[in-house]
């Protein structure tokens, strides 16, 4: 499992700057900075926006704009990020992720070699065309893509795609973990997640397919990707279960840098 370690840049005690704050597991940006407010009290009063946006289950490194620094809002938003992700093989969700509703599943025990997931990862180096996932803050007719879905209308549009760059994916390890030890996982995982994101519905599909279809073992990849802006994880773990026809999503996700990788500056 991984935790989150909290983390906050020193240049936060400096008024007008960029600085990095660690999201946590299960939170929004909007209830991050709320927390960001609560730990720093002399911030109270500051105008404090965000560049690039983190899922609830994500964690990791986000960029917040404090005071006059909120005009540089528009240059973070293209910086290259780095992440540590997990791929679970044998089930999927409609969100990609496992803050979704259970949707497919396999019903054999997965058995992929490192070489299998390696081959698959090298062919999605490079620049790709990906889908925005259905449950996305991407607008279409000003109405958000994730409204679209929960409202059960996605045959009303066609969902857009973007072009990213994925200029490396490094497999770190695989391991394999027992029903068990996942349902405990992923129950407490959403748990963590406060507001409507329909965690009640979520956790009932959950249990009802650990109660009946789940496998007695599952298999866990653990990758490393450098990125270009724009890049959602939760789909391209979905690409990679796509090329190997197995069911997937993204057991975990935690973004560990914000870089532009072209100019060889960290944020």
Known sequence: MILPIYKINANLFTMNKTITFYKKIGETPLQCIDRLRREQPEL??????????????????????????????????????????????????????????VKNFSEQEISLT????????????????????????????????????????????????REVEIYSLELLETRNIDKEDLQKYIENKIYLVRGDF??????????????????????????????????????LTEMVGDKLGISTLALSINRVRVVSLNKGEEK
């Open 44 to 101: 109270a009063d500051e105008k404090i926006s965000y560049a690039g946006r983190l899922d609830p289950m994500a964690e990791g490194e986000m960029l917040f704009m404090i005071g006059g620094a909120n005009h540089e809002r528009e240059k973070n938003l293209g910086l290259d990020k780095e992440y540590e992700f997990q791929i679970l093989f044998g089930v999927s969700t409609d969100t990609g992720d496992v803050l979704g509703l």
């Open 198 to 235: 329909r965690q009640d519905e979520i956790l009932q599909t959950w249990k009802k397919y650990f109660e009946a279809d789940a496998l007695p073992e599952y298999q866990i990849a653990k990758i490393k990707i450098k990125c270009s802006s724009g890049t959602y994880v939760r789909a």
């Open 114 to 161: 490192s070489q299998d997931v390696e081959g698959e990862l090298k062919k999605l180096v490079g620049k790709i065309e990906q889908v925005y996932p259905w449950y996305s803050s991407k607008t279409i007719n000003g109405k958000p893509l994730f409204e679209y879905a929960r409202e059960g209308k996605q045959d009303e549009i066609e969902r857009p795609t």
